[in-house]
């Protein structure tokens, strides 16, 4: 089956002018050497050599904690749900450690600012694939909350996605044993759904004939932070 998906929406806005760039040729080999309160760019974040990850919004450094059980067992049930039933299509799914990266005006490495890692999401267009993981909004993002999660960066993921034109966006409450689909409208506004529960089955307009039970999604998770 071959979908046919056009979400290349791009904004032509751009983040803030950089109050405090960072050279992009400096090799960073320890955390202790990144000041938090820079403004960095992909071409910084290309030359940290380090173990701990990081997410950029708008040249703003988001760490990224070490996911629990918990949170692995939903990632690794929807990403085989997803990339068993893609087999063979034009979409593809990806799983983190995956680097999404968002331009605004230029592709250029020193001028994209945001650069997110879904916990899942799902590529219909083969174009923006490289080496390095995605240039360009992806047509599905799936996030799986965290303790570790902080108010103001789930609100800036959120309108990362709604403004690059992600078409849906799925959250998983795994305290709530609840998942939320967001759609993108016409006007380019997510869109929430009921919360998909025990019982139901998620379905997408984006993939015709796919369906993720909720009951094994939440199956056996109650050890495992």
Known sequence: MDMKVDNDKEKEKGP???????????????VNDIDFSGTYSYANYLNWH?????????????????????????????????GNFLKGMKCEAFIAPFDVRFPYKSKDDVDVTTVLQPDVCVVCDPGKIDS????GAPDIVVEVL????????????????EEFGVLEYWIIHPSERT?????????????AGRPYAG????????LPGFRLNIDELFMNCDDGD
């Not at 803030?16 to 320890?30: H, L």
């Not at 390095?132 to 240039?135: E, K, P, V, W, Y």
């Not at 019982?199 to 984006?206: Q, T």
């Open 179 to 191: 998942l939320i689909q967001y759609v993108l409208n016409d006007e380019g506004t997510f869109v």
């Open 199 to 206: 019982g139901n089955e998620l379905v997408s307009d984006l």
């Open 16 to 30: 803030q002018v950089p109050s405090k760039p960072y050279d992009t040729e400096r090799i960073i080999t320890t």
């Open 132 to 135: 390095r993981g995605c240039l």
């Open 50 to 82: 380090i173990q701990e990850r990081f997410e950029l919004i708008k040249g703003k450094i988001f760490k990224m904690t070490a996911p629990s059980t918990k949170h692995q067992r939903f990632t690794g049930r929807i990403f085989l749900e997803l």
């Open 146 to 161: 965290s303790p570790g999660n902080n108010r103001k960066e789930l609100d800036n993921k959120y309108k990362v996605y």
